[in-house]
């Protein structure tokens, strides 16, 4: 019987292999910031949950960080953007987003957000 997998399904590693080899600037950025617990939080890259790829999640809070670049400003990708949200809310994950620019200009306030919103999780 073959086993699907719902978090980190083993059968797309390469496709999120392939996601970090094409990481933007603010997603490196953002990770440089993210990883080795620098937050007191474990957070993975390109994590997959059903269908969707999540740029950063935290499994602990149940929380998944997208960046956004000028390609989620239209409107099929604002759709899909509004669906991954609906469907990651139905495992009771909460979903923060930032832009390319607020990382790349302001990296700072986005880390201080993460913080102050992961510590009003439970």
């Known amino acids: 019987m073959k086993r699907y997998?719902?978090?980190n399904n083993p059968g797309q590693k390469i496709k999120r292999r392939i996601q970090i080899a094409q990481?933007?600037?603010a997603e490196l950025i953002l990770w440089q910031r993210l990883k080795t617990k620098q937050l007191g939080l474990l957070f993975s890259r390109q994590y997959s949950i059903g269908p969707y790829f999540i740029d950063f999640y935290?499994?602990?809070k149940r929380l998944a960080i997208e960046i956004d670049g000028k390609i989620h400003q239209k409107n099929e990708a604002v759709e899909y953007d509004k669906n991954r949200t609906a469907y990651l809310s139905g495992f009771n994950i909460k979903t923060m987003r930032f832009q390319n620019e607020e990382i790349l200009n302001n990296i700072e306030v986005v880390i201080t957000e993460i913080i102050n919103?992961?510590?009003s999780l439970p």
């Open 58 to 60: 935290c499994p602990s």
């Open 117 to 119: 919103f992961s510590h």
């Open 23 to 25: 990481s933007t600037s």
């Open 5 to 7: 997998f719902l978090f």
